[in-house]
Each structure stands twice: as structure tokens, then as C-alpha cells.
């Protein structure tokens, strides 16, 4: 999924009728500061009216006082500068989307006025220097989407259930190590990216995410997942993949084939081979129907006996049953031979 994002459905982000484009322009700070006084000396209506301002992608060191003359500010991106903090003009600024990454911002660069962006619902902060999780964050209580993939953040607080509203949480590319069990009170939570990090376990309370799609814990140090996740009815899209549970189940697989009955009843599904009841006895055939079609759209294989089959596997083919305590990972042969992944729950 790589940089997961929104969808930007909020209707406060549908702004394109009064935005104001300064990016790829090479402005410096103070050149910014410049062209704002001219124009809200000249277009004074235009600077009250205006809900976005694009800024990324210039040479900002600082971000201007002046940008609290925009009094209806909702967006504001200031990706990819060199900003190295955030002022404390900010909160002039009705914003309900800050957009600030592939900065050099780190764990000082948050001006304690920072948790009164009360109206905030979208936050990136992704590709900065951040080691710890911003605790004023933890103050946005109307925060939807949030975004601190590729810092260095180590842990996630024990207070992120204060975050009650959060459908996004992108986590992906730090040095967490665990995940505390308070991530399970998000329970509006629909994607949860914690990948390229160093997490061992997930906790249990994963199964009270009751409205989660997305689930992507690739690059891991995973050895197992708990059988609670089997309850996430709405899941969609999980990754597994450079976890050791992966490689640990493949190398076991080496040793344990499929049956004989799996690999006939694999190739008749996979080439079509048409069959009639006087060719079959009724077992067989009852085994032969209960063949389903991998839900991943790149594999043509089929597999059997599932329970639950409403789970994408992003990088694997998959399948779930409820037969073992935790995730073994099964290796069957589709289509040219190559191996492809099926899970078993």
C-alpha cells in the first residue's frame, strides 16, 4: 500500500475554488513573507476567502507571522521544505488539515499551543526526525487521519485511545517494538499501517477494531498473530510479508506438501477438467465444489475448506480456517510452478 493516505472525502477538504498555489515556486521565508503583505494589501478579499494554501516543495526555513491573516485557513501544506518547527501563529489559523512532512521537524519543534488545533482532523507528519510520538497530539480529539510514518518514533502511547474519532493511524517506517493494548479502543479505526518496523506481537485487543479494513504489518518481527483477529469481519487488506512467521512456515511447507487429493483436486479447478457423476463418487465430487477461486486478483489458484475468505492478502494468496492457535503460513503450488502463500488461521 506504500504511503497509505485519506481520500480526502471530508467535504472540508474540497478546496480547489479557493486555494492559493505557492508550491514549486522557490520561495524562501522571507520571500513568503513578502508576497503576503503585498497581497493582503491588494487582494484583501482574496486572503479572507482563501481555505487552502499550498506551500510544499519551496525553501521555508521558517513559516512567516503574517500567515495568520488567513482568518478561514482550513489546509495547509507545507510539505518538503527544510522547517525545522512549527509556530505558534498556527493556531490563528481555523486549520482542519496540516500537511507537513519531509520536513526536519523533531520531538521540539511543537509549540505547546499546538493542542489547541481543536478543529484538526487530518495530521501528516511523515519523513521528519521524530523520535517520540507528539504528546499534543494526543490533545486533537477531532483527529481523523494521521500520518508519522518514516521518523524514528520507538513507541506508541498508552494514551492513544484519547484519539477517539482516528480512522487512519500510519505508523509505518519508525522503531516500534510493540503495540500497547489501548490501540484496540480506537474503535473507529479503518486502516492501521504499522510496517518496516521491529514489532514482535499484536495484542489481542486488535479483535475491538470492529470497523478495520486495512492491516498492514509487513516488515516485521512477527512470529505470530493472535486468533482474536479472525473476529475483524470487515478486514480487507492485510500484509505479512518479511516477517518470520513467513519465512518460518514457508521452510515448513518445504517439508509438507499437499496431499495428493489437494494437488488432483488443484489441477482439475485450475484447468477446468470437466467431470459427471459417473466419473466420481459423491465424496469427491462434494470436495471438488467446495473449491474456491483465490480472492487475490493476481493469482488463478484455488484452494479448499475454507471458513473465511473476506480477507485480501496484499502481498500473498490467502485463506483462513480456525484450526491451530496461531499463523501458520501454508506454501502451495499455483500456477508455473512458483510457490505462492496461503494462510491458515
Not at 462434494?286 to 474456491?292: G, K, M, Q
Amino acid at each position: 500500500m506504500g504511503d497509505y493516505t485519506s481520500d480526502s472525502s471530508d467535504s472540508d477538504n474540497q478546496l480547489s475554488n479557493k486555494s492559493l498555489d505557492f508550491s514549486y515556486t522557490y520561495l524562501d521565508s522571507d520571500t513568503l513573507f513578502n508576497n503576503l503583505e503585498v497581497l493582503s494589501e491588494t487582494e484583501k478579499s482574496s486572503i479572507n476567502e482563501t481555505e487552502a494554501l499550498l506551500l510544499h516543495h519551496n525553501q521555508l526555513n521558517t513559516l512567516p507571522l503574517n500567515i495568520n491573516k488567513f482568518q478561514n485557513l482550513k489546509l495547509l501544506d507545507i510539505s518538503s521544505n527544510g522547517l525545522k518547527e512549527l509556530p505558534e501563529v498556527l493556531i490563528s489559523c481555523p486549520l482542519t488539515s496540516l500537511i507537513a512532512r519531509n520536513n526536519n521537524l523533531d520531538n521540539d519543534s511543537f509549540p505547546k499551543s499546538f493542542s489547541l488545533l481543536k478543529n484538526l482532523k487530518e495530521l501528516n507528519l511523515s519523513g521528519n526526525n521524530l523520535s517520540c510520538f507528539p504528546e499534543q497530539v494526543l490533545e486533537l480529539s477531532k483527529l481523523k487521519y494521521l500520518y508519522l510514518g518514516g521518523n524514528q518514533i520507538q513507541e506508541i502511547p498508552k494514551d492513544i485511545w484519547k484519539l477517539t474519532c482516528l480512522q487512519i493511524l500510519y505508523l509505518g517506517g519508525n522503531r516500534l517494538v510493540e503495540v500497547p493494548a489501548s490501540v484496540g479502543q480506537l474503535r473507529f479505526l479503518h486502516g492501521l499501517i504499522l510496517s518496516d518496523n521491529m514489532i514482535e506481537s499484536i495484542p489481542a485487543s486488535i479483535a475491538n477494531l470492529t470497523n478495520l479494513k486495512s492491516l498492514l504489518l509487513h516488515k516485521n518481527k512477527l512470529k505470530a498473530l493472535p486468533t482474536e483477529i479472525i473476529a475483524l469481519k470487515f478486514l480487507t487488506e492485510l500484509s505479512l510479508r518479511d516477517n518470520p512467521l513467513v519465512v518460518r512456515f514457508v521452510s515448513h511447507m518445504t517439508l509438507n506438501p499437499s496431499s495428493l487429493l489437494e494437488a488432483a483436486g488443484r489441477t482439475i479447478k485450475t484447468f477446468n477438467i470437466s467431470y459427471s457423476p459417473e466419473d466420481l463418487p459423491l465424496h469427491l465430487r462434494s470436495y471438488l465444489d467446495s473449491a474456491h477461486q483465490c480472492v487475490n486478483p493476481k493469482c488463478e489458484g484455488v484452494y479448499f475448506d475454507n471458513h473465511v475468505e473476506h480477507i485480501k492478502f496484499v502481498d500473498f494468496c490467502g485463506k483462513i480456517s480456525r484450526s491451530s492457535s496461531s499463523v501458520p503460513l501454508l506454501t502451495q503450488v499455483h500456477h508455473g510452478g512458483q510457490l505462492q502463500e496461503v494462510w491458515k488461521l
